[in-house]
């Protein structure tokens, strides 16, 4: 095993289940064989804030959190979130991203705008980009909600490790009456 | 067998393993999940307490009846307990006692982030610090066998990063062989009188000396040489950071912060040509080190406030790396009330009255936040009570009339009510609003004694808080459905005129409460377009399930998100073209 630690942001919005998709990313890691870290805030950023979580996995991971500027794989569930983030990103780093935009209470009360063209901004400085229209293929696996599932697939994807991993930690950690429809929503979004 | 384990998943196995038979706390974020985890070891008496300190006090017994006890709480949580805290280390234990306190340094969701080092120093009783989840773990074993074996409380301190954080944990058998708790009679050692105590004060300066001797052979006070140009002393989540950003140089690593072995630090600073404290917040491991005539360097290059991070560590020493703060100037997203949420029309109204708000601490406290903005002051916990009758004691006449104090029932029951015996008892004329939504809302929904359930989900007795609130000698107690925005109004309006002590209660449950029959959604809400001016007025109330749509029509239209509303009625009472109804 290479000394070589692999670093993982997901951001979004509190209430988006991104700390669900975290905790299956650091199962499958430590199934692995890898060492792994994660972190993330919990308390005020439920209520609808910002939200980054970090995991790392490796042969020996010290700190919990992504040193800034050297995040591999950017996976985010929201547009905006995802631009917010990208300075925690390397150069060349990957992002698999949520065709998603969420107002901030600003916008919704309309003194401020939306960022428009916020996904040619991403690309253009990160080519290694992946759009996914998470809901469209939820609902085709049979549940808007797994919307997450389906980008966890994309992103394992880019990930070196091997399917049946994935497939154990999903098992563990999903409830067992929407296993199947994650199941098909990880795998819808592993082939994209 | 190892799991992934968050460091307070960790601590909360830890006491399991230790075979503790008590556990305590009141919920406080990044402190919370130690007691919500530990209810899955039937073995453990688990439980709420209304306050840090009757936590800390109910460890104590079980400790004194010879039960191993542990009792959780957030930094400032510790302001709250110190009281039995100090005179706790003059008396020692019976059972193991175990504080673990999690501090928040970069205020995530606190409100100050004071170091909690300095109460081990100050209490004069020893304080462990984890640095990953597999030593949140072990740290709470080993606190059980210090304790006893030096007959102190001990403390583990762990900070948001650490308890947050999660990494793989080896998972043992709990200990065996540890005697039965029964009553034992030891007044000499127990009763803190005068007499007493001046015999136990001794014992704790020799206890300190003891440890810090200890300290130097403890194989968690650990040397790791590598280059010797630089050597690093660190505890916590600090040390992960330094061994990621400088992985060639020497560090000493600290599990015990307090008392600090001294002739290992001695030991390792004559090693290295350059030595550095790498340490959050306060200098405590610093000046110490200072104390002991060794050159070192601390908060020359590193920040008194905030956490530290890769990225920070980095910039202090002169070394290239990434900057977090680089990116565009993007809308901001910060925490807001959920939509239904009962304190919503409640800020509403407070704004409409111009009310001079003084707040606590909870959800509510976003009631402060834009368009609401209805919150003057907030201390900590307990405090809104206590400042508004100050604020009356000094103003005029007419001004006593706006101040208001909003209080969480979880809050009240903490120590507000301390704060209204006051009001009551010395007349001044302010209004208090107990925001009962029957949940301890903000730290996740915890029980709490107004809940009717206990932490392991068991009924209970629930507090009537009017009738508290007449034993109190309130006179006026009015109890309102704050989703009635001109009942709410109206009421406040009432009673803040009033020139003697009165209570509000809000009588709504809070929308994340999932236990049955306590919160129903109801029929969702939307906005007929043909009806809408595009006044704005249902913006006011800041409610996330209403978006502003402003290429709509002539001014732009709102809408509402059926999938966000839960049909609180809300938005519906502002307008005034009948444009909000049920969906059909």
């Known amino acids: 095993m290479s000394d070589q630690i692999t670093n993982i942001l997901l951001v979004g919005v509190g209430g988006q289940g991104i700390l669900l998709a975290s905790e299956i990313l650091s199962e499958t890691f430590m199934l692995a064989g890898f060492d792994v870290k994660k972190s993330e805030i919990h308390g005020m950023s439920q209520r609808g804030g910002s939200v980054v979580s970090h995991v790392r996995y490796g042969k020996e991971v010290f700190s919990p959190i992504v040193p800034e500027g050297e995040g591999d794989i950017l996976f985010g569930f929201e547009l905006m979130e995802t631009c917010r983030a990208l300075p925690l990103l390397k150069k060349g780093g990957r992002v698999v991203v949520n065709d998603l935009r969420i107002q901030p209470p600003s916008v919704l009360m309309g003194q401020e705008s939306y960022p428009e063209g916020l996904v040619d901004r991403i690309r253009s400085r990160f080519p290694d980009f992946l759009l996914v229209d998470g809901q469209k293929l939820a609902l085709e696996a049979g549940n808007p909600r797994a919307a997450n599932t389906v980008l966890l697939g994309a992103v394992s994807k880019r990930l070196d490790i091997d399917e049946k991993f994935w497939l154990t930690a999903l098992e563990k950690l999903v409830p067992k009456k929407a296993l199947e429809i994650n199941r098909k929503a990880f795998m819808l979004g592993r082939n994209l | 067998m190892h799991e992934i384990l968050s460091g307070n998943e960790a601590i909360a196995r830890g006491a399991y393993e230790a075979g503790v038979k008590v556990a305590c706390a009141y919920p406080g974020t990044p402190s919370t999940e130690i007691l919500e985890t530990i209810i899955q070891y039937k073995e453990i008496n688990s439980s709420w307490a209304p306050n840090e300190k009757v936590a800390l006090e109910v460890a104590i017994g079980a400790s004194f009846g010879g039960g191993r006890s542990l009792v959780a709480m ?16 003059y008396t020692g234990v019976n059972g193991g006692l175990l504080l673990v306190v999690a501090d928040d340094p970069e205020m995530h969701s606190s409100q100050n982030e004071q170091d909690s080092r300095n109460y081990a120093k100050f209490a004069k009783i020893p304080m462990l610090e984890p640095a990953d989840s597999r030593e949140c773990k072990e740290f709470t074993r080993l606190a059980f066998e210090l304790s006893e074996q030096y007959d102190t409380p001990v403390m583990l301190r762990s900070t948001t990063r650490i308890s947050h954080g999660k990494s793989i944990v080896d998972l043992a058998e709990p200990v065996t062989g540890l005697a039965e708790p029964k009553l034992s009679r030891n007044p000499s050692k127990l009763v803190m009188l005068p007499g007493n105590a001046k015999i136990r004060h001794p014992l704790v300066e020799e206890r300190l000396v003891k440890l810090s001797a200890a300290g130097c052979t403890m194989p968690i006070n650990r040397q790791e040489l590598r280059d010797t140009k630089v050597g690093i002393i660190t505890a916590g989540v600090c040390y992960q950071y330094v061994r990621e950003v400088l992985p060639d140089a020497s560090t000493l690593k600290l599990g015990m912060v307090h008392p600090l072995p001294r002739d290992l630090i001695r030991e390792f600073a004559a090693k290295v040509d350059r030595l550095y404290v790498v340490e959050e917040l306060d200098p405590f491991i610093e000046e110490q080190v200072k104390a002991m005539g060794i050159a070192v360097t601390g908060k020359e290059i590193f920040s008194l406030c905030g956490e530290l991070t890769p990225g920070r560590i980095r910039k202090a020493f002169g070394l290239p790396g990434g900057d977090a703060s680089a990116g565009e100037k993007l809308p901001g997203r910060p925490p807001n009330m959920c939509p239904g949420c009962p304190h919503r029309g409640v800020f509403f ?18 009631g402060f936040m834009p368009p609401l903005s209805a919150m003057d002051t907030c201390i900590c916990m307990g405090a809104s009570i ?63 004694p107004a809940s009717g359930f206990t932490l392991m989900n068991e009924p209970t007795s629930r ?11 309130v006179k006026h107690i009015r109890v309102i459905n704050p989703l009635d925005l001109e009942e709410t109004k109206r009421v406040l309006q009432e009673e803040m005129s009033r020139p003697e ?10 929308v994340l409460i999932n236990r049955e029959g306590v919160f129903t959604k109801g029929p969702v809400y939307q906005v007929d377009a043909d009806q809408c001016t595009g006044c704005r007025a249902c913006l006011k109330i800041g409610c996330p399930a209403i978006e502003w749509k402003p290429g709509e029509g002539k001014k732009g239209k709102a809408f509402i998100d059926p999938l966000l509303c839960t049909g609180c009625d809300v938005c519906r009472q502002l307008c005034k073209f009948d444009a909000i109804g049920r969906s059909k």
Request: hydrophobic residues 40%; charged residues 20%.
């Open chain 2, 74 to 89: 957030k930094h400032v949580g510790v302001n709250v307990a110190a009281d039995p805290l100090f005179t706790l280390s």
């Open chain 2, 463 to 473: 507090i009537d808080f009017p009738l508290l609130c007449k034993a109190l000698g």
């Open chain 2, 501 to 510: 002590p009165s209570v509000i209660i809000t009588d709504k449950p809070c």
């Open chain 2, 386 to 448: 206590g400042t508004a009758t100050g604020v009356v004691k000094v103003v005029g006449e007419e001004e006593r009339k706006k101040v208001v104090a909003v209080i969480g029932d979880s809050t009240f029951l903490h120590t507000g009510i301390n704060g209204l015996m006051d009001m009551v008892y010395n007349n001044a004329p302010a209004t208090v609003v107990i925001l009962d939504n029957r949940i301890t809302a903000m730290t996740g929904r915890q029980d709490n």
């Open chain 2, 349 to 366: 109204a407070l704004n409409q009255l111009k009310a001079y708000v003084t707040g606590d601490i909870g959800c509510y406290t976003l």
